[in-house]
């Protein structure tokens, strides 16, 4: 399969994500979203780590998965901590930083 | 003894220091040992320098010791350096001599005050910076000392800084303090300007070297004469300030505010004296300015008529002290303004003695009646304070000019030359040392003679005061007496002594216009007597009016009940000074430097700034919602805007 399919569905893929972090209130579903993104990323380095038969993109990707369970551990517990005194997890009820 | 010049100021500021760091730990003995111990350490050392001045030739009289270069910026360089020659060394014994007697007095009368041995250490810093200003070799240093004891008169003027000084007008004492240095001020910054014009036409601020350059000009005329009036007069503000000349005399009679030592000392004796001293070390220039010579004269005699007068009525004994001293000082700048400088110098000593004298004896007053000041209270203290009575009145005699005390010689001599200069203003001098005689002696006449007029509360605690008091007393009243033995005419020793210091920047053969005629010595010995007579007329109307009919002295204050009031007003002048600058100045200083220029210029540009940026946040913090979503938003636009500008390139 050509290099350009992976790279569009992996485009297609980072779009949803930014939409989904930008329009959604969840904080869960803002947190998904994030995780789209990171592995819409994934998919472009895997595709071109095959393309270009480099070693180093499939390395890369391990390191963005680890980063991302890393943030998955303490984005949760976050949010956890804000519901356990806010009782929501809607991120326009939460906005306290500002003037 | 050169070395050690030094160490005449140095014992007064170690005084000052041990006293000012220590002293309230110490007993009151402990203190005033010190401070005394000090004063008396710099004249013994000054005595010792007097005999070595003495040894050497007249002409070579003159000790200098450089102790370290002060400044050094470009071509103005300014050291820190002593400079003994007869004039100063006239003054540091006089100096040193009557202010070791009045810390001795202060020691008694001080006796049980709060802020003892504050006011020791005051005391001492004060002789530090009165011998700073005569010994100074530069005028730089000179000032250091002048606005020195400027501080301290402040300091002790305001010493009991908690009390009220006059009850009609509400002058506290610190208030009396502030008036005295603000006034002060106004002088200061006219020697000030002086000096700057000094240094601007002779390239230095050393006494030698200005006082070469000028008397050069004398041969040979390099700098005008526009010039030498210019530094002349502005030198002479300067005086007038401390001084207590007219216009700036206003400060003295409320500088009675502090303890009687302190107007004794600093108010009488010394610090006033130091305008004078100043003239008189600037001869050299004022000789080269007629124009100022005259105004210094006619300044002095017009100040010497108008304090006396106003002594007439005054009913403080401090303050009819204080105008005396004021009057006295005017004769001493009379003596200055005709040209005879040592006879200037001669009645500074000689008013040294009689007036510290007269101000000791009227504490001495004060402290047998419980600090009553007001003389229309006290009477018949002859019988009770004997020694306080026989001392004020040798000093009192003194001042009136009665032959042979020494106020005879010293105020003979100012009447001479002043009559050789001017018989005009000769006449007018006579009168007012007629004057002189009559406002003492009604002074002593009302304290020391009739029927006591104190309450009996006061009169109960009547005593005389204690010998530490009353020793200082009787010395002076024997230097009052005898202290004018020093200026005989035509033996003048003291003009031998003083002219040297004066006469040796006038280069040879050089023509001076004053002292052009030298009147002959029956015609002197008339015009003695004819001053004689005068004071004793002066004494005899105050005899009459105060003491052998009684109620004169009310019919006369009714039926001239104008010039009365006049008189006890004290000429309106500080009510005219009231209106005409305080006033303005308060209002000026209200309603235009705090209000327009304080309040709206400068606070108003610290908080324009501040709320132009606060103005400007309030639209700008709108950006921060609070809302992640909106930032990522933005993140996400930026991140589109440059992948457009990275693919459109």
């Known amino acids: 399969m050509p290099l350009v399919y992976y790279l569009l569905l992996s485009a297609i893929l980072f779009g949803i994500g930014v939409a989904g972090v930008l329009l959604r209130r969840n904080a869960i579903v803002i947190f998904m979203s994030v995780e789209l993104m990171l592995n819409a990323v994934n998919l472009t380095f895997v595709a071109f780590a095959a393309h270009l038969k480099n070693l180093e993109g499939q390395i890369f990707v391990f390191f963005v998965m680890v980063v991302a369970a890393a943030e998955v551990a303490v984005g949760l517990a976050l949010i956890v901590a804000i519901f356990r005194v806010k009782a929501t997890v809607f991120i326009d009820e939460i906005n306290l930083m500002k003037w | ?323 005396s001293t004021v009057s006295q000082l005017g004769y001493m700048f009379l003596a200055c303004g005709v040209g005879a400088f040592t006879a200037g110098i001669f009645h500074l000593v000689t008013h040294a003695f009689f007036k510290a004298l ?46 042979p005390f020494s106020g005879f010689f010293s105020k003979d001599e100012i009447l001479w030359k002043t009559f050789l200069h001017s018989p005009v203003l000769y006449v007018i001098a006579l009168a007012a040392a007629g004057v002189t005689a009559f406002y003492m002696f009604r002074m002593i006449f009302m304290t020391f003679y009739g029927a006591p007029r104190m309450d009996a509360a006061v009169m109960h605690h009547l005593h005389e005061s204690p010998k530490v008091m009353t020793l200082p007393l009787m010395i002076l009243a024997g230097l009052s007496i005898v202290g004018g033995w020093i200026g005989i005419p035509h033996l003048n020793q003291f003009e031998h002594w003083l002219e040297p210091a004066m006469a040796r920047f006038i280069p040879e053969g050089a023509a001076l216009h004053a002292e052009a005629h030298e009147g002959s010595f029956g015609l002197e010995v008339g015009l003695m007597a004819v001053s004689v007579l005068v004071a004793l007329a002066g004494i005899y109307f105050a005899y009459q009016m105060y003491l052998a009919k009684a109620g004169a002295a009310d019919r006369v204050a009714a039926r001239l009940s104008g010039i009365y009031n006049l008189l006890k007003r004290k000429y309106y002048v500080d009510e005219i000074y009231d209106a005409l600058f305080v006033r303005p100045l308060l209002w000026l200083s209200e309603n235009f430097f705090w209000k327009i220029f304080d309040v709206k210029i400068i606070d108003g540009t610290v908080n324009g700034s501040a709320k132009f940026f606060g103005g400007v946040a309030s639209v700008l913090r709108r950006w921060q919602t609070g809302i992640v979503q909106n930032y990522a938003v933005t993140l996400v636009l930026g991140l589109i805007v440059i992948l457009g500008y990275l693919l459109m390139r």
């Not at chain 2, 107007?263 to 100043?278: F, N, P, Q």
């Not at chain 2, 005699?301 to 007439?312: C, G, Q, S």
């Not at chain 2, 006290?378 to 019988?383: D, T």
């Open chain 2, 1 to 323: 003894m050169q070395n050690y010049l030094w160490l005449i100021p140095f014992f007064p500021l170690l005084g000052f220091v041990i006293n000012g760091l220590l002293g309230r730990n110490f007993s009151e003995k402990a203190v005033g040992a010190i401070a005394a111990g000090a004063v008396l350490a710099s004249f013994v050392t000054a005595v010792l320098t007097f005999t070595e001045l003495l040894g050497l030739s007249p002409a070579s009289r003159v000790l200098t010791q450089t102790l370290y270069q002060w400044l050094a910026t470009g071509n103005f360089g300014v050291e820190v350096a002593f400079r003994l020659d007869t004039l100063s060394m006239t003054m540091v014994l006089a100096v040193t001599g009557v202010g070791f007697l009045i810390h001795v007095y202060s020691v008694g009368y001080m006796h049980g005050e709060r802020g003892f041995s504050r006011f020791f250490s005051f005391l001492n810093l004060f002789m530090f910076a009165m011998l700073l200003l005569v010994m100074g070799n530069n005028f730089l240093l000179m000032f250091v000392g002048w606005e020195g004891v400027g501080l301290c008169s402040y300091l002790l003027i305001g010493f009991y800084y908690d009390r009220v000084f006059d009850e009609t007008t509400g002058l506290t004492c610190a208030g009396a303090g502030t008036k005295a240095f603000i006034v002060n001020r106004i002088g200061d910054f006219g020697f000030l300007l002086g000096m700057f014009l000094i240094f601007a036409t002779f390239g230095s601020l050393d006494f030698e070297t200005v006082f070469s350059k000028a008397g050069a000009s004398l041969t040979t005329p390099q700098v005008s004469t526009a010039t030498f009036t210019a530094i002349a007069l502005l030198l002479f503000i300067g005086a007038t300030g401390k001084s207590a000349q007219l216009p700036l005399y206003v400060w003295l009679p409320d500088a009675m505010a502090g303890p009687t030592p302190v107007s004794a000392l600093i108010h009488a004796a010394t610090m006033v004296t130091a305008g004078v001293y100043m003239v008189a070390r600037c001869s050299i220039i004022y000789l080269q300015a007629p124009i100022a010579m005259e105004v210094v004269a006619v300044v002095g005699l017009a100040t010497a008529v108008f304090a006396a007068t106003m002594a007439i009525t005054a009913t403080d004994i401090k303050k009819v002290l204080a105008y």
């Open chain 2, 358 to 403: 007269l101000f000791l004896g009227a504490g001495s007053v004060m402290h047998a009646l419980s600090g009553e000041t007001q003389i229309t209270k006290m009477g018949g203290l002859r019988k009770y304070t004997p020694t306080t009575f026989w001392t004020f009145l040798m000093g009192g005699i003194a001042i009136a000019g009665i032959f």
